[in-house]
């Protein structure tokens, strides 16, 4: 699987740690500055859902693996700290700019959150460092998958965009017109257009890129034209017609040698594993003694 591939699967299923994470500590935070537990969160007729009931039901679906993400990432910064590891902002930088290009759903919402996406990174990056302290990789075998694989240390050109999906030109002329008066994009995408997912977001598609199929090649075409902030003259799509915002670009670069070298070395090792990238492998180590008492956290 390619490093872009990766990273997309990871950047999901962090996403969705993250938002399991903060619901259920939430939840527990505001309870803990409650005097009783027994307030009703919900009635169903003349019964009650108390907020106890609720937690306890949180504990048992999600309640073990939020402990575990929690005791994982405390013993990646214990490893870090015992073998004095750390890593680069640049080497996060590169890796979250890699995400924003890759992850098409990279919205504007999560992107206000680009402290914690590093941190996310940050983390990952240091548990290859850890698993991989120990593996020596010949200069000439990094050059040799350097060369072999540098598409892998491109990032395109990508367009952060919002849109809004109508069903006639008609329809799309006038809301361009409302929009050159001042209305608000988001709201009016809300409102009218017929792309509902997005429209739940205010029209943001998020990022996208030369050659992605998720959506009309038109896309790119004008956002190439586009300055930040500025909508598109009506665009031709199978749904009707649509108008672009270009809300931000990020442009093209390629990577030296030098530059991915380390993230070259940790990729081989990591391929060689026998065993999944995971911080569990390093509990022993670490000493963990945990809530749920057995030695395999899996």
């Given at each position: 699987m390619g490093k872009k591939q990766?990273?997309?699967?990871?950047?999901?299923?962090?996403?969705?740690?993250?938002?399991?994470?903060?619901?259920?500590?939430?939840?527990?935070?505001?309870?803990?500055?409650?005097?009783?537990?027994?307030?009703?969160?919900?009635?169903?007729?003349?019964?009650?859902?108390?907020?106890?009931?609720?937690?306890?039901?949180?504990?048992?679906?999600?309640?073990?693996?939020?402990?575990k993400e929690m005791v994982n990432?405390?013993?990646?910064?214990?490893?870090?700290?015992?073998?004095?590891?750390?890593?680069?902002?640049?080497?996060?930088?590169?890796?979250?700019?890699?995400?924003?290009?890759?992850?098409?759903?990279?919205?504007?919402?999560?992107?206000?959150?680009?402290?914690?996406?590093?941190?996310?990174?940050?983390?990952?990056?240091?548990?290859?460092?850890?698993?991989?302290?120990?593996?020596?990789?010949?200069?000439?075998?990094?050059?040799?998958?350097?060369?072999?694989?540098?598409?892998?240390?491109?990032?395109?050109?990508?367009?952060?965009?919002?849109?809004?999906?109508?069903?006639?030109?008609?329809?799309?002329?006038?809301?361009?017109?409302?929009?050159?008066?001042?209305?608000?994009?988001?709201?009016?995408?809300?409102?009218?257009?017929?792309?509902?997912?997005?429209?739940?977001?205010?029209?943001?598609?998020?990022?996208?890129?030369?050659?992605?199929?998720?959506?009309?090649?038109?896309?790119?075409?004008?956002?190439?034209?586009?300055?930040?902030?500025?909508?598109?003259?009506?665009?031709?799509?199978?749904?009707?017609?649509?108008?672009?915002?270009?809300?931000?670009?990020?442009?093209?670069?390629?990577?030296?040698?030098?530059?991915?070298?380390?993230?070259?070395?940790?990729?081989?090792?990591?391929?060689?594993?026998?065993?999944?990238?995971?911080?569990?492998?390093?509990?022993?180590?670490?000493?963990?003694?945990?809530?749920?008492?057995?030695?395999?956290?899996?």
């Amino acid at each position: 699987m390619g490093k872009k591939q990766l990273w997309m699967i990871i950047a999901a299923l962090v996403f969705i740690n993250c938002l399991t994470v903060a619901f259920f500590l939430t939840r527990v935070n505001e309870v803990n500055g409650l005097a009783a537990n027994d307030e009703a969160v919900a009635t169903v007729g003349k019964k009650e859902i108390s907020r106890q009931a609720w937690l306890n039901e949180l504990e048992a679906k999600y309640g073990k693996d939020v402990l575990k993400e929690m005791v994982n990432q405390k013993v990646i910064e214990e490893m870090a700290a015992k073998y004095n590891i750390k890593v680069s902002d640049q080497d996060v930088g590169r890796e979250y700019r890699i995400l924003q290009t890759t992850y098409n759903t990279f919205s504007q919402k999560n992107h206000q959150n680009e402290t914690k996406w590093k941190e996310q990174i940050r983390s990952s990056l240091l548990l290859e460092e850890i698993l991989t302290k120990d593996v020596s990789v010949s200069n000439r075998e990094l050059k040799r998958y350097y060369t072999k694989n540098k598409n892998l240390f491109s990032v395109p050109a990508a367009y952060h965009l919002s849109h809004i999906v109508v069903k006639t030109k008609k329809e799309a002329e006038t809301a361009a017109k409302e929009l050159a008066h001042g209305s608000s994009f988001s709201a009016m995408a809300m409102e009218r257009s017929l792309e509902e997912f997005s429209a739940n977001e205010g029209g943001d598609i998020g990022y996208i890129s030369e050659g992605d199929e998720s959506f009309p090649k038109q896309y790119i075409t004008a956002a190439k034209k586009l300055k930040t902030k500025a909508v598109s003259k009506p665009i031709k799509v199978k749904e009707g017609y649509a108008l672009l915002k270009l809300d931000g670009k990020i442009s093209g670069k390629s990577y030296s040698y030098n530059e991915v070298k380390d993230q070259i070395r940790r990729q081989i090792a990591l391929e060689q594993m026998k065993t999944p990238a995971s911080a569990s492998i390093l509990w022993d180590e670490a000493k963990v003694n945990w809530f749920y008492g057995d030695k395999d956290p899996n």
